[in-house]
């Protein structure tokens, strides 16, 4: 069902708030201004959402979050599968933001500023399934993201879901990934609702 007001709206079970919201105008007032795109929620998190409402995670597995912005993807598998969930982006002023959406979503989630770069074997060794939607837009981008899949791989993370409207540095990283890696698949996705959106999921698996 999707219900929605003038400053939010009701999608994949998730209340998200827009830019009208009181809340969300306190924290900009506050002095939280996003610096790499983090301003908003993208819609390719959609694309995911959708994916995994035919395609469960299991409670158990640890789900990582990364260019998180708002966390509304993060915050899905945390109340739509009872996962547990971090989040990280290079943006430490994002962080506010995903914090009060799962204050009005009442479900968990927590966050840290790293930047994908700073993401060592160590540390994605502590997750099973990696998620990230409209992080590949630049064409450093896609260079940063196969080297991270490459160190998640080897820290056994299973599972790798990065979505996006198709823009040329992701879709680069998606020809890289098919020649790289034996289990990876490219899942188109045409949204009507909650919005138009259109876009694909690369998915590896390792
Ligand atoms: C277009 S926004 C998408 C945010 C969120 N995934 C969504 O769908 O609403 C891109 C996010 O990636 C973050 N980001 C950009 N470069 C990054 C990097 N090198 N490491 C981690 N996060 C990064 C930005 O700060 C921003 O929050």
């Keep these: ?45 959609f694309l995911i959402m959708d994916y995994l409402r035919q395609h469960p995670i299991p409670s158990s597995k640890r789900v990582l979050e990364i260019g998180c912005g708002w966390g509304l993807l993060g915050l899905f598998c945390s109340k739509k599968f009872s996962c547990s969930v971090h989040g990280i982006d290079a943006d430490e002023n994002v ?15 927590t966050a840290e500023k790293k930047k994908f770069e700073q993401l060592s074997i160590a540390y994605l060794s502590q997750f099973d399934v990696i998620l990230g939607a409209d992080i590949c837009f630049w064409n450093e981008m896609t260079e940063a993201l196969l080297k991270l899949i490459n160190r998640a791989k080897r820290g056994g993370v299973s599972t790798i879901m990065i979505a996006d409207p198709c823009r040329s540095p ?17 899942v188109e996705k045409f ?8 876009g694909e999921i690369l998915i590896i698996n390792t």
């Design 95 to 109: 962080i506010p933001y995903l914090d009060l959406h799962a204050k009005v979503n009442k479900t968990k989630m």
């Design 170 to 186: 992701f879709t680069d990283l998606a020809e890289r990934a098919k020649e790289r890696y034996k289990d990876v698949s490219v």
């Design 1 to 45: 069902m999707l219900m929605s007001d003038h400053t939010s709206r009701q999608a994949f079970g998730l209340k998200i708030l827009n830019a009208r919201h009181k809340e969300i105008r306190r924290l900009k007032r506050e002095g939280y201004i996003a610096e790499i795109h983090g301003n908003k929620f993208w819609n390719s998190s």
């Design 191 to 198: 949204l009507k609702k909650p919005v138009n959106a259109t």
